[in-house]
Nanobody, 119 residues
Framework: QVQLVESGGGFVQAGGSLSLNCTASGRIGSINILGWYRQAPGKERELVASFATGGMRDYADSVKGRFTISRDNAKNTVYLQMNNLKIEDTADYYC?????????????WGQGTQVTVSS
């Protein structure tokens, strides 16, 4: 039905940069939101950034000014550029797709990719 293919992530020292990509395929709907969530050990999963088909972007306060999300609608791909990474950015990052149109809304998750920031 829907497949989310993630790439990127890895290990980096604090202050460094990494990028994440996520390509969606299948019945992704005409109106949707593609984004990234993350989950650190012992913590709840939280939104990092998202990009809707209409152009609206949303960021967690903790990443504003450091992370940039962009989107290529022709490729159904969302890109997350992460700069000035901090140790607290260490987490498993998950691509997320929420389809809004057609209804009913549906939600899908990627398998996750690890980001580790060392001191």
């Amino acid at each position: 039905q829907v497949q989310l293919v993630e790439s990127g992530g890895g290990f980096v020292q604090a202050g460094g940069s990494l990028s994440l990509n996520c390509t969606a395929s299948g019945r992704i709907g005409s109106i949707n939101i593609l984004g990234w969530y993350r989950q650190a050990p012992g913590k709840e999963r939280e939104l990092v950034a998202s990009f809707a088909t209409g152009g609206m972007r949303d960021y967690a306060d903790s990443v504003k000014g450091r992370f940039t999300i962009s989107r290529d609608n022709a490729k159904n791909t969302v890109y997350l550029q992460m700069n000035n990474l901090k140790i607290e950015d260490t987490a498993d990052y998950y691509c997320n797709l929420r389809t809004l149109i057609p209804t009913p809304a549906r939600e899908f998750w990627g398998q996750g990719t690890q980001v580790t920031v060392s001191s």
